[in-house]
């Protein structure tokens, strides 16, 4: 097995970090990733990015069909090492909206979009959501589980 | 008293040859400067992740080589690498060795590809291009030789490879490996400090460091503005951490920063596959335990391995089954864009192509 994980910081170890910057934003921890209250996030992200993760590697929208989940990778260059940044939206499939992280990395933007065209989560706060890769006009969210 | 222009919009692509498959950009033009640029993308999108959904682990190797199409076999491996991370498959030692000999080797392929093409949109038109592309065929015979397959690979598999390599492999290898260092010397002749080049590419869309981690971009472009980060050195995968190897770096992050560092990427690409070769043994390709039908535990897995484009990784989420419950990839293509459009305005028509050029995206990868 690779090495990887080795790099990524422990929920535990991330939550503590976490409890620093935004006190009482986690909700709940796993083995490599913590779960923060949406509207906690640009605290947290913020905090995080000043804290070293100059890099957002990614921004994945995964639906759960009872809820939807955000899940962002982050990469700290400086100090060599990963964390999972996760945010559950959307209960019961109704409208999933986030705060954009664009403010904080500039990597967000065609990211979001891609959330927002195939997950169909949207992004608060960057204004308009556009689709990236599907038209204007296009009916529904592909990767959304009760498409097709 | 200076004439007032109007600006004017020009559509670019997506059936344009500089635009690297099928791209399209909205560029408004104030005389010959440009003064805005919409990217649009999507005219590749086929689902490659919708698709993932209904497959088994092993079919969806097939899917990844037609993501970045001229680096296949890095896709096969970031796939690769996340699937054993999921299921907590170890692999055969051999098969990781070729593994990494094959991923190289796309490397240099694909470095070839950009930098031909990169010349081509600078408008050197032919001599470069034809030069870099016979090269890439060299690469590509070696990679029938090893798999059967020239473009889309589909070499990889959970535990290691489908099959080992042929006697007739290894000679043809080190053929290539003796003969690339001169070709490679051969661009350099021609490429490297040609007065046309230079005038074109020194301190042409210049991006800070800062504003390039911000945007998350990752791979040469990163390393082309002075940023040591290489993945294979700083987080290595595979047995990466038993190789030695330089990582070249620009700090102009020039269009001609970029180039040279892919220059010199592929002669270390050629250092680490001649050390792939000493090290690797006899033995199994694959281990027999590895079932067919692999069914990991629940749970999510994400590897970022240093891809020709950048970092490229997939968030594979598992519900026990023998199908991923969501495939994510983490295309390095599309994401090296999200700077586009600063390194774009302000400057001519001509240098447009020149620095997307610069910039290597690989729209089966951008789309998916």
Known sequence: MSSVTAFTASGQELAAEIETIAPRAVTATGDFDAWVAPDRLIDVMTGLRDAGFEMLIGVTGVDYIAYFEVVYHLLSLSQNRRAIVKVRCGEGRIDPVVPSVMEVWRGAELQEREVYDLMGIRFEGRGQMKRIFLWEGFEGHPHRKDFL | ?368
């Open chain 2, 1 to 368: 008293m200076p004439l007032a222009t109007e600006p004017i919009t020009i559509n670019v692509g997506p059936q344009h040859p500089s635009t690297h498959g099928v791209f399209r950009m909205r560029v408004t033009f104030d005389g010959e400067e440009v003064i805005d640029v919409e990217p649009i993308f999507g005219y590749l999108h086929r689902g490659s992740e919708k698709l993932a959904e209904s497959r088994t682990y092993t079919q969806i190797v097939t899917l990844t080589d037609r993501m970045d199409y001229v680096a296949s076999m890095n896709s096969n491996m970031s796939y690769i690498l996340s699937v054993e991370q999921l299921a907590g498959i170890e692999p055969s030692p051999r098969g990781v060795w070729l593994r990494m000999i094959a991923a190289e080797l796309q490397r240099i392929a694909s470095h070839l590809v950009a930098t031909g093409f990169f010349l081509q949109d600078l408008g050197a038109l032919g001599t470069p291009l034809i030069f870099t592309m016979r090269e890439r065929e060299l690469v590509l015979e070696l990679f029938e030789r090893l798999c059967g397959a020239r473009i889309t690979s589909s070499y990889m598999r959970p535990g290691g490879v489908f099959m080992d390599a042929p006697d007739d492999f290894w000679p043809a290898l080190d053929r290539f490996l003796a003969e690339m260092p001169h070709r490679i010397d051969e661009y350099e002749q021609l490429i490297s400090g040609n007065e046309i080049v230079m005038v074109r590419c020194d301190g042409v869309a210049v991006v800070d460091s800062q504003t390039l981690i911000n945007a998350s971009v990752t791979g040469p472009m990163l390393r082309a503005s002075g940023v040591d980060w290489d993945l294979r050195h700083r987080q290595p995968y595979e047995y990466y951490d038993q190789i030695k190897f330089n990582r070249p770096l620009a700090t102009a992050s020039d269009n001609y920063a970029r180039y040279i560092v892919r220059v010199h990427e592929m002669r270390e690409s050629l250092s680490i596959v001649r050390q792939c070769i000493e090290q690797i043994e006899p033995g199994p390709v694959r281990p027999k335990e590895v079932p067919a039908l692999i069914r990991p535990p629940a749970g999510d897995a994400y590897v970022g391995t240093e891809c020709p484009k950048g970092e490229l990784g997939f968030y594979l989420v598992s519900d026990g089954g023998v199908a991923p419950y969501r495939c994510k990839v983490r295309a390095p293509s599309l994401i090296n864009l999200t700077l586009l459009r600063d390194m774009l305005i302000g400057y001519k028509l001509a240098d447009l192509f020149v620095t997307f050029g610069s910039i290597d995206i690989n729209m089966g990868e951008v789309d998916r």
